[in-house]
């Protein structure tokens, strides 16, 4: 089992920047791919930012985020982090942390484990 808890999140205004953390519990967090998702209201769940597990990393983004957003991970603290920069009134949704059994996936179906998530609001 694995436990994920957000943290980060606020509001900020457009241009502005921010950086949610996820922090993970569990002594093999360094196997598990992370992913980054947002849900606005009204809207399905979708995937913001990937980071493969151990070995090679290889991190993924969705189109609207590339160039704007970085994901990382500290293994050694069993955290992986969001930077968020140049955000936008469009950005403003609940920010979620997963875990999957996988290398990494774009795919919100191949997480297994989830955070509470963080609100990102964008004012403009």
């Known amino acids: 089992q694995v436990q994920l808890v957000e943290s980060g999140g606020g509001l900020v205004q457009a241009g502005g920047s921010l950086r949610l953390s996820c922090a993970a519990s569990g002594r093999t967090f360094s196997s598990y791919g992370m992913g980054w998702f947002r849900q606005a209201p009204g809207k399905e769940r979708e995937f913001v930012a990937g980071i493969s597990g151990s070995g090679l990393i290889n991190t993924y983004y969705a189109d609207s985020v590339k160039g704007r957003f970085t994901i990382s991970r500290d293994n050694a603290k069993n955290t992986v982090y969001l930077r968020m920069n140049s955000l936008k009134p469009e950005d403003t949704a609940v920010y979620y942390c997963?875990?999957?059994?996988?290398?990494?996936?774009?795919?919100?179906?191949?997480?297994?484990?989830w955070g509470q998530g963080t609100q990102v609001t964008v004012s403009s």
């Open positions: 997963a875990a999957t059994h996988l290398r990494a996936s774009v795919t919100k179906d191949a997480y297994n484990y």
